[in-house]
Nanobody
Framework: VQLQASGGGLVQAGGSLRLSCSAS????????LNWYRQAPGMQRELVAV???????NYADSVKGRFTISRDNPRRTVYLQMNSLKPEDTAVYYC?????????WGQGTLVTVSS
């Protein structure tokens, strides 16, 4: 299983970014996909979830600002991040659990300047 995240960068507060995570080695359509983030000195936290049925859930801190979506033919999950805040600065990781094993992408850094 391989997860490849991209799309991070430096953005001013109030700006937007879209993260992408492409997956291989799994039956993409059947899996719940997750985005996590880890800020410096902090624990990794769950940001957004999308199920195989496209049901979504979000951390309270990003509700109304972030949108998770998936494109099954492209085997890609996205995280659209709007109205970014400095506290959104973190390394963002995509994640999938397959047969009880958790797989992580390599992470993509998002830096939001004030």
């Amino acid at each position: 299983v391989q997860l490849q995240a991209s799309g991070g960068g430096l953005v001013q507060a109030g700006g937007s970014l879209r993260l992408s995570c492409s997956a291989s080695g799994i039956f993409f359509n059947i899996h719940t996909l997750n985005w996590y983030r880890q800020a410096p000195g902090m624990q990794r936290e769950l940001v957004a979830v999308i199920t195989s049925g496209h049901v979504t859930n979000y951390a309270d801190s990003v509700k109304g600002r972030f949108t998770i979506s998936r494109d099954n033919p492209r085997r890609t999950v996205y995280l659209q991040m709007n109205s970014l805040k400095p506290e959104d600065t973190a390394v963002y990781y995509c994640n999938v659990i397959r047969q009880g094993v958790t797989y992580w992408g390599q992470g993509t850094l998002v830096t939001v300047s004030s």
